[in-house]
């Protein structure tokens, strides 16, 4: 029988890759599927990057949408233990808060989102909530 696999949960998906410095580096240089991290600080998100945009009680606007990529991108490297919690998820969550700030978000609002990941962002770091793989159809389907 044929058969797809896939991930569900994301909401956009990166058409041209993005690279930018941030404020952290691992000793060697992290490198998977869509997300590299090089020993200098050089984040690049790849082309097809797909994640799930600003979460919790949020609207999608303009001005989250490349903190949010970016942010993820980082949980998602923490998740899958390329960096480490201890060190890097406050980092992460104060690299989003200054990046909707570059994007125009007001001060307010941007430390409400650093406040909502703070509080809320513990189960996006846990390995256990990595998105499952789904197949369509079930097998014996």
């Known amino acids: 029988m044929e058969r797809i696999a896939y991930k569900a949960g994301y909401k956009y998906q990166l058409k041209i890759e993005y690279v930018t410095q941030i404020e952290t580096a691992p000793a060697q240089a992290i490198v998977t599927e869509y997300i590299e991290l090089g020993s200098a600080g050089r984040l690049l998100i790849k082309k097809g990057y797909a ?43 104060r690299i989003l808060q200054r990046v909707c700030r570059e994007d125009g978000m007001s001060a307010l609002r941007s430390w409400w989102v650093y406040q909502g990941v703070r509080f809320g962002g513990n189960p996006a770091v846990d390995p256990a909530n990595e998105k499952k793989l789904i197949w369509a159809p079930a097998e014996g389907g």
């Open 51 to 93: 994640w799930d945009g600003p979460s919790g009680p949020t609207i999608d606007t303009l001005n989250f949408m490349r903190g949010s990529l970016i942010h993820d991108a980082l949980y998602q490297l923490i998740r899958e233990g390329h960096l480490t919690e201890s060190q890097h998820r406050e980092l992460a969550d």
